[in-house]
């Protein structure tokens, strides 16, 4: 949805427009592994393995991300006390290094005005 629309008062200026209640709401997903997804506020680490992420690809949204040097290990985590474990980070996908990746692993959750 669209941030500014056309005044209706003055066709030279735009005005904030209003946020429907899905606009204003978070959500989280659980993407699989490797695909390019919109940029999540945090990451939630769901089970203990080591994982990379991807920051910057040149790849489509939705798209598989093949390049295996784009991503950057930035966990490892061997317990299952404390999970879910919550990164700050902002990647666009993800990856396991210790195992077979399993849609549910990771967490990405995004905060209000998503979009």
Same mark, same amino acid.
């Given at each position: 949805m669209a941030r500014y629309i056309a005044d209706p008062n003055n066709d030279k200026k735009m005005i904030p427009s209003a946020l429907n209640h899905f606009d204003r @709401? &978070?959500?989280a997903e659980v993407p699989p592994a490797t695909i390019i997804n919109h940029r999540p506020n945090y *990451?939630?680490?769901n089970q203990s393995g080591s994982? @990379? +992420?991807c920051y910057e690809t040149s790849s489509s949204l939705g798209a598989v991300n093949g390049t295996l040097n784009t991503y950057v290990t930035s966990s490892v985590y061997h317990s299952n006390n404390g999970l879910p474990l919550k990164l700050d980070i902002n990647p *666009?996908?993800?990856r396991i290094t210790s195992g077979v990746a399993v849609k549910g692993n990771v967490? +990405? *959750?995004y905060t &209000?005005? *998503?979009g």
């Open positions: @709401a &978070g959500r *990451v939630l680490i994982y @990379a +992420f *666009v996908c993800w967490t +990405f *959750v &209000g005005n *998503v």
